[in-house]
């Protein structure tokens, strides 16, 4: 890029950076409020978060809308990218398989770990009695999970949760 363009590369890819962090971000926050409210993911939050967090350095007044225009074109070319490779590449990963995906498949399904167990959940929802990991999904974070169901949410397509 020429200087001509007043374009300041450094704030692009800032943008970019904070932007997608910021989404990611946002996207866990609205989800576990609304768990505490007694709301699973849902498109409402999913939108929030994405708006919120790829205005934000427009809303912050981090740049100016030259550097956030070209940003966002990037960005949607990074998530594009991530999305049809993580589609196309399948999960192989142990800890994946056993019980990220099946939190984010959970998660998806109106699962609020806040107030209802794994187990439960399952019982309720499937004609299976158990399956293994389910007291890892109730103990252990879930911040991978809850982006990875938003992604799934959007796509209908599990193994896109690995794009995050």
Known sequence: ???EENIDE?????NISFSLLSVLFLLFLTASVGFVL???I???CIFLSFILGMGAPVFLRISDIKEFLLSFVIIFGVIALSLH???FLPDVSYDGQWYHQTGALFLKKGWN???VRAADFLAKHWDIKSISGLV?????PKACEIMAAGIFYLTDNIETGKAV
């Open 1 to 3: 890029m020429t200087t």
């Open 10 to 14: 450094q704030k692009v890819f800032y």
């Open 38 to 40: 007694g709301i699973g």
């Open 42 to 44: 849902n498109g409402f």
């Open 85 to 87: 490779l993580a589609e």
């Open 113 to 115: 770990p806040v107030y």
């Open 136 to 140: 890892f999904l109730d103990s252990y």
